[in-house]
């Protein structure tokens, strides 16, 4: 059988594998690897957090499209680099 927990504390595996990416230096090397690989650069221009007034739903939204498309091209052999940016699209 599976050696999942039967009770999962959330908090403590958060902290556990944000260390280990920690250790690991993962996005670094994500990112390294792309470079060894020659893989394709993705940009995608972030906007500030909330440029249009305070957070509400719709933020939560569109973060989560953003996270999407960006892990899709990582998923599909794109070099992305994650980084945020002031770009806020003609507004």
């Given at each position: 059988m599976s050696s999942f927990p039967s009770k999962l504390?959330?908090?403590?595996?958060?902290?556990?594998?944000?260390?280990?990416?920690?250790?690991?230096?993962?996005?670094?090397t994500q990112n390294?690897?792309?470079?060894?690989?020659?893989?394709?650069?993705?940009?995608f221009y972030d906007g500030p957090p909330f440029a249009t007034g305070l957070p509400h739903y719709g933020h939560i939204l569109a973060g989560t499209i953003k996270d999407v498309v960006t892990r899709y091209a990582t998923m599909t052999?794109?070099?992305?680099?994650?980084?945020?940016?002031?770009d806020c699209h003609g507004l």
């Open positions: 504390d959330f908090p403590k595996a958060e902290e556990e594998i944000c260390e280990k990416w920690k250790k690991e230096d993962t996005f670094k390294r690897l792309s470079e060894d690989r020659g893989d394709e650069e993705f940009t052999g794109k070099k992305v680099e994650r980084r945020a940016g002031w």
